[in-house]
């Protein structure tokens, strides 16, 4: 055999490593990815790099140990053997099962918490380097635990280190998710291995064959090997095996003999081991069958144990521990594997799986023998049981992939309903895992199974779980076809408590869709089957959820009435989870009715309950939501620290995060700043498109329309208000849509979009003949006010906005109570009655300025200064730099004139006698103070602003 070469060529890659063992030296925690081909020698420039480490080192590697969390079961026993099984926190026992006490019963986060603080309490002991070598092998969970594991250990001495075969992963594994999740987190620090050089292949050679060789050989093996350090070592062998060498000063081929070149690394490695197979052909192949790992009591039971020593001295394989040796490489295993004869490699394998199964070895490495033989109707039970076994330390994933093993390989005509039960079990493990839409598949094999069998029942069940999957992915209309499904299917089987409860969550979903007549009717019928079933609890849910929706419909009174009597009948009962729901329905149908006093005062007196009983899930939806009723009753700064609250809270379920966000981006481009919320805000609205929730749709695509408009991307905001149209009129519930109608009349106006201003108008017209609630009508009367004054009848123009805002008198909406009296004061002014005009729009500017609505006081201020008012006078030195926006200095003003003029910042500078640097920064000011990003925004801004007509003072 060829001898064992130190590592040669990775000059660069030693120097990553050391940089990273470096900064753990200093007490930093990180995370290091060594990638490449098989065969570059990953786990060589590793094990070289720690070879003087002075701190701790644990190890574990995928080809080593079974289940889910081999790697990481090693780390432990690692840090057990050097530290005592009081360092183990009692959590992760359950990894060590060899330990006699498996520990206290744990959920995943406690399992992960458990591995950091043991990892942890090692690093504080001394800086710890944590080796996990071939991770492509290595099953989901463990991969899955390293970006929380390296987060959690950041500020710790604790490096840990990861090897894998880049080339071997396809697009849907767990290591590429984790590099995304490293990346985006700013820890994913990754050496890849390069092939070796010419020059640095020469000396790898030089060191396998123990002198230089010539230029022509070593260009040759470089050619054939591809600079792979593992093949280049191979070939070494090879020439060592079959070749007589000269040594002239330089290794070359003796005069009348042939280069051996095998055409892949596996024909090299047969070479290699030609004369070893020879000896102990029968020991060679049990090692291959046996895996990359081999187990040598159970190698020495099957060969003869001399063989099994031969195998060890010729360096095929490594001895890691008293009873398990490994192959020297992965690929050399592979190769004499492949060489085993079809009818021999079964026969091994049938007899390893006998052996396996008498010594009570783990089932799924039996169940991989009897597959490897050709018996899959004995490897099936072996696959389902580790499959269990794996969902006992949470491995939902790994689990499923078991089980989808096991379904592979059973006849679909042989126990049906075994089968069945291994595809509901698959389904669940799928769903704890987070892959719905397999969930989903599978949940509807197991519905089709149950109503073939005449389990009507259970064929419902399993349609409500599709419904579930469904919805966890987005998709409406196959939630909605699910809950119909399991509707019909509970109705069959006379279970009239189920089929209300379905009922009343397809309610929901239709309700939050804004398609509130086909809601109302299945709510109805939902009260039917809860009086049916004697069930006061969903009979209390149904009077709360109808309420909400009759309020919807502009039943406002009823609506709350209706809502407050299914509450009252929760408390009654003291129904504490249904009260929950109740307080929220109930606050939802006081939005609805525009009492957002009210509605907060309901969402909180939710939260209260919620928190007393203990009651999670509701209490986050009221926190989440009360935003909207804050934010509409004015008080944006509460409603950003809510939004801020649910954010930051990492129980906080996707659909509350996306209200959050949507509440948090749309307040903060209503003050004038799109930063950094243009994207969460696109993001809010695709979701909330996807996921049938139309209020968060609604408002994030204002968001949307708002911070294009504050960009001057006039286009782009009109095209979004386009979209915001078109959603508006495939629903019914515009509650929530109002605000943003308003604010798109005027938009529209403005722009001089007259025919989209008058659909908007038809619209809402429309609308009101289903909802005739004052809020739609003034929306009705604002877009009404609009489509007038572009018309140029101002007195009926006036007229209209002037009974906007009388039906906002009962209504605390301050923005859009502003921006009605705004308008309205506009089209005063259109028919000369200036002091109404004036007083009406200065009302409106306080307005926006105490909800800090920038750009609604700047279009106030412009809107003042146009009537000719002394903004001084009338609003005071603050109104009076708004006017000049976001508080222009005399300089800015005239520098603003001078670009809009076409000037350089040069040209700028010798006109007003400045240093060029002192106008870029008067220009950088005034960008700031236009909110503009561009010099032509600035300009038009200003136009916009009226300030480019205007002499300098």
């Known amino acids: 055999m060829v001898r064992q070469s130190p590592l040669v060529g990775r000059s660069v890659e030693c120097d990553g490593l050391a940089a990273a063992l470096a900064r753990c030296r200093r007490g930093e925690g990180g995370v290091l990815l060594v990638s490449g081909d098989a065969g570059a020698g990953k786990t060589r420039l590793v094990t070289e790099a720690l070879a003087d480490w002075a701190g701790y080192l644990l190890r574990g590697t995928a080809t080593t140990g079974t289940g889910a969390y081999a790697p990481i079961a090693d780390v432990l026993r690692d840090a057990v053997d050097r530290f005592g099984a009081d360092m183990l926190h009692p959590h992760a026992r ?3 099962p060899e330990l006699g006490e498996p520990g206290p019963a744990t959920d995943a986060p406690e399992l992960v918490a458990a591995v950091r603080r043991t990892l942890r309490d090692v690093a504080r002991q001394a800086p710890t380097v944590v080796v996990l070598e071939d ?133 090299a490695v047969l070479l290699h081991t030609a004369g070893l197979r020879r000896q102990c052909e029968t020991a060679v192949e049990m090692a291959a069958v046996l895996g990359v790992r081999v187990d040598l009591p159970t190698l020495a039971s099957l060969v003869d144990a001399a063989d099994v020593d031969l195998l060890i001295e010729a360096g095929l ?17 592979d190769a004499l594997y492949r060489a085993i004869p079809w009818a021999r490699r079964r026969a091994h394998h049938r007899l390893v799986a006998e052996h396996l199964t008498a010594r009570d070895a783990v089932p799924e490495t039996i169940a991989e023998h009897w597959i490897a033989a050709h018996e899959p109707e004995r490897a099936r039970p072996l696959l389902l049981a580790a499959a269990n076994r794996y969902c006992t330390v949470h491995a939902y994933r790994d689990a499923a992939a ?18 069945t039960e291994a595809l509901q079990r698959l389904a669940d493990c799928a769903e704890m895992c987070g892959e719905y839409d397999a969930a989903a598949a599978t949940w509807a094999q197991v519905a089709e199974a149950r109503q073939a ?33 399991a509707v019909d299917a509970f109705a069959v089987a006379g279970d009239r408590a189920e089929a209300a409860t379905e009922r009343l969550a397809l309610a929901e979903q239709l309700e939050s869709a804004g398609h509130v007549t086909e809601a109302l009717e299945v709510v109805v019928a939902a009260d039917k089957d809860a009086d049916a079933a004697n069930r006061v609890d969903l009979k209390a849910l149904a009077l709360a959820l109808q309420g909400s929706v009759r309020a919807a419909m502009g039943e406002t009174e009823r609506g709350v009435a209706i809502a407050r009597s299914g509450l009252r009948m929760a408390l009654a009962e003291r129904h504490h989870e249904t009260a929950g729901r109740g307080y929220y329905d109930l606050a939802v149908a006081l939005l609805r009715a525009a009492d957002y006093t009210a509605s907060a005062d309901a969402f909180e007196s939710g939260v209260e309950l919620c928190r007393t009983h203990g009651i999670d899930h509701t209490q986050q939806a009221c926190v989440a939501c009360m935003t909207v009723a804050v934010r509409l009753l004015g008080d944006w700064d509460q409603a950003l620290a809510i939004a801020r ?84 009129h495939e629903v019914e519930d515009w509650v929530f849509a109002l605000p943003a109608l308003r604010w798109v009349a005027t938009f529209l106006a403005m722009h001089g979009a007259h025919d989209d201003l008058a659909r908007c108008h038809r619209m809402i017209a429309a609308a009101t003949t289903r909802n005739s609630s ?60 200036r002091t109404a005009a004036v007083d009406t729009v200065t009302t409106a500017y306080r307005t926006a300025r105490q909800l800090g ?26 109104a009076a730099r708004t006017l000049e926006p976001a508080g222009l200095t005399r300089r800015e003003r005239e520098v603003v004139r001078l670009l809009a003029g076409g000037r350089t910042n040069r040209q700028i500078a010798h006109e007003l006698v400045l240093s060029t640097r002192t106008v870029d920064m008067h220009v950088r000011n005034l960008l700031t103070k236009l909110d503009s990003s561009t010099r032509t925004a600035a300009v038009s801004r200003a136009a916009e602003l009226g300030l480019l007509d205007v002499a300098p003072p």
């Open 94 to 96: 359950i990894l060590l």
């Open 135 to 267: 991770l492509h092998w290595a099953q989901a969970a463990t991969v899955d635990m390293l970006p929380a594991l390296t987060t959690s250990l950041a500020d710790e001495p604790l490096l840990l280190i990861a090897t894998y075969r880049g080339e071997e992963l396809p697009r849907a594994h767990p290591v590429r998710a984790m590099r995304s999740e490293l990346r985006r987190a700013g820890r994913l620090v990754e050496v890849p291995l390069r092939p070796l050089g010419d020059a640095e292949t020469t000396d790898l050679l030089t060191d396998c064959l123990g002198a230089m060789p010539s230029p022509g050989l070593a260009r040759t093996v470089r050619e054939k090997s591809g600079g792979l350090p593992f093949y280049i070592e191979e070939l070494a062998g090879a020439l060592i095996e079959t070749t007589t060498l000269r040594n002239d000063g330089v290794l070359a081929m003796a005069k009348g003999t042939e280069l051996p070149l095998p055409e892949s690394v596996l024909d």
């Open 317 to 333: 394989l490594t001895e890691q521990t008293a009873d398990t040796a490994v192959f020297r490489h992965a690929l050399a295993r």
């Open 402 to 419: 078991l089980g989808r093993r096991a379904l592979a390989i059973w006849p679909e005509d042989t126990d049906p309903d075994g089968r």
């Open 453 to 485: 069998r005449g389990d009507v029942a259970a064929a419902a069940a399993a349609h409500r779980r599709i419904a579930t999957a469904a919805g966890m992915l987005g998709d409406w209309a196959g939630a909605r076809a699910a809950r119909e499904a």
């Open 645 to 728: 609250q649910v954010l930051d809270d990492t129980r906080t379920p996707e659909l509350l995060r996306m209200v959050a966000e949507e509440e948090r981006g749309l307040i903060t481009v209503l003050r004038g700043d799109r930063r950094g919320v243009r994207n969460t805000l696109r993001q809010a609205a695709d979701f909330g498109r996807t996921s049938g929730v139309f209020g968060i749709e609604v408002g994030a695509t204002w968001g949307v329309a708002v911070a294009a408009d504050l960009a001057d991307d006039s286009a782009g905001a009109r095209r979004t208000v386009s979209v915001l149209l078109d959603r508006c």
């Open 774 to 833: 004052p809020k739609m009508l003034s929306a009705l009367a604002h877009a009404g006010g609009e489509l007038a004054l572009a018309d140029g009848d101002t007195e009926l123009s006036a007229a209209q906005f002037g009974r906007s805002v009388e039906l906002l008198g009962g209504i605390t909406a301050p923005y859009e109570h502003a921006l009605s009296q705004l308008r309205w004061g506009t089209a005063l002014a259109g028919c000369d009655d």
């Open 853 to 878: 609505a920038k750009p609604l006081a700047r279009s106030c201020a412009s809107e003042l200064a146009g009537m000719g008012e002394p903004v001084d006078r009338r609003l005071g030195r603050l």
